[in-house]
């Protein structure tokens, strides 16, 4: 019995896979992280630079106690702008694969600074990219297709435990969500969905003419119930192979869903790409029949 449990764990966390799976995942965040920054430009002088309204040494203390952030140091506007010209090309290094632990490194630390230094204008969008850069790191995901495999002998496998860790957390992400769900009488009586997308600040289009049609209200009802069993039972469904196929699928579904209909920053882009860490690695690989399943 334990010799099974240590070959199960020993599977689950150190079986070697394709590279080239952490090679895309570094690839797809790299460059939604990159994204993330440029898009800060207009409002950064407002919101994060020297000036900001938010200072760690005004009247909003309590928003930074027990926080670190590189902008707390930063002594004039020049030298905030600086920071993040340099946070944006760590980032694009971190996606072409050059110097891939350093700009990496570089990159959760420029991340850390901007939560940090305000708190109050970020959410989940900026804390699972954070998240899934930081176990990204600890894979080799500049040894193929970077800047990097043109200087040093290229790994082929390496130990699946980053990703793991990166499916953990997802799946996590989505049980915490499920689980505030079934405490929010909107979600319980199934009208959070008519009343977000009538939402002039979330909604893409204006539907409220839509609303009095009874079926449609029905529709959503059922639709928001299965959003929130779905998001609960995820960590137990990806568990089961054909299971987190069905259940992967319908997440797709769901943020194409929501990038169609809502406005929600880049957040249904971000989970879509994190999607990846759920490809069987099989599918990664020049020749298939050399990797093992994850």
């Known amino acids: 019995m334990l010799n099974f449990i240590s070959c199960t764990w020993d599977r689950f966390l150190f079986v070697r896979i394709d590279i080239k799976q952490y090679a895309f995942l570094r690839i797809g965040i790299g460059f939604l992280i990159t994204l993330y920054l440029i898009n800060l430009l207009p409002y950064y002088s407002v919101h994060y630079s020297f000036n900001a309204w938010l200072s760690p040494m005004g009247d909003l203390d309590l928003y930074h106690s027990g926080s670190w952030s590189i902008l707390f140091w930063l002594q004039s506007q020049t030298q905030s702008w600086y920071f993040l010209y340099s946070a944006i090309a760590c980032s694009m290094l971190y996606t072409l694969g050059a110097a891939t632990k350093i700009s990496g490194c570089c990159t959760l630390i420029a991340l850390i600074s901007l939560w940090n230094k305000n708190p109050l204008l970020l959410d989940g969008d900026d804390a699972i990219l954070r998240v899934m850069l930081f ?160």
């Open 135 to 294: 176990f990204l790191l600890f894979s080799p995901s500049g040894r193929v297709l970077s800047i990097d495999a043109f200087f040093r002998l290229q790994t082929r496998h390496s130990p699946v435990w980053p990703l793991r860790m990166m499916q953990i957390q997802f799946a996590f992400v989505y049980f915490v969500s499920g689980w505030v769900k079934f405490h929010s009488p909107e979600w319980l009586d199934g009208s959070v969905l008519q009343t977000v997308l009538i939402h002039p600040e979330y909604s893409r289009f204006n539907l409220s003419a839509w609303m009095s049609y009874e079926w449609l209200v029905k529709l959503l009802g059922v639709i928001s119930g299965l959003i929130m069993w779905w998001e609960l039972l995820f960590p137990l469904l990806c568990l089961q192979r054909h299971a987190r196929f069905i259940c992967v699928i319908f997440g797709i579904i769901f943020h194409l869903g929501l990038l169609l209909m809502m406005n929600l920053r880049e957040f249904s882009i971000i989970m879509l790409v994190l999607y990846m860490v759920f490809i069987p690695n099989r599918y990664f690989c020049s020749n298939r029949s050399s990797s093992s399943q994850n």
